[in-house]
């Protein structure tokens, strides 16, 4: 329970005082962050194009549909990914083992957009995704100075 706890504490805290939540975490803290997150964000996002894919590959009954679903699965998760990436990039080789946490803004702000699409508030295709994106990169530039940096093995 403990563990969940800092968990909501990390995600909460990097929404409201980024800086000071990045300061206050132990080194081995967050280690599978971009993990739980990528979890949260395909179950959040992807269970519609998920579900298709399954029914796709129950229709089909062959190989085909297999691929459908697999497909379908690279499409929600490229995403996360390729934010991933950029937050790596922009914090560095030293203090990349905070990056799984950048993702937070990108779940937010996809979640609440397709939850208003449920509800009728059409928004254009992929506008969530770039802008829960940038500003996971704008997150991660913000405290990049606050992260401390680990030894790199020698």
Same mark, same amino acid.
């Given at each position: 329970m403990h563990a969940l706890q800092?968990? *909501?504490?990390?995600f909460g805290g990097v929404l409201v005082r980024p800086r000071e939540t990045v300061r206050s975490l132990r080194d081995d803290e967050g280690t599978y962050d971009g993990v739980w997150l990528g979890l949260l964000y395909l !179950?959040?996002?992807?269970? !519609?194009?998920?579900?298709?894919g399954v029914a796709t590959a129950r229709a089909t009954a062959n190989m085909s549909g297999a691929l459908?679903?697999?497909?379908? !699965? $690279?499409?929600?998760?490229?995403?996360?990914?390729?934010?991933?990436v950029a937050c790596e990039t922009v914090l560095g080789r030293a203090r990349s083992?905070?990056? $799984?946490?950048? !993702?937070?803004p990108l779940l937010v702000v996809v979640t609440v957009a397709h939850e208003l =699409?449920?509800? $009728?508030?059409? #928004?254009? %295709?992929?506008?969530? %995704? #770039?802008?829960? $994106?940038? *500003?996971?990169?704008?997150? =991660?530039?913000?405290?990049? %100075?606050a992260v401390s940096p680990l030894e790199e093995p020698k």
């Open positions: 800092r968990a *909501l504490y990390r !179950l959040c996002v992807g269970t !519609l194009d998920m579900m298709s459908m679903m697999v497909a379908s !699965l $690279g499409r929600v998760l490229v995403v996360p990914i390729v934010v991933l083992h905070r990056r $799984g946490l950048m !993702l937070v =699409a449920v509800h $009728g508030l059409v #928004i254009r %295709e992929f506008v969530p %995704e #770039i802008v829960g $994106g940038v *500003l996971s990169i704008a997150l =991660a530039w913000r405290v990049r %100075e």
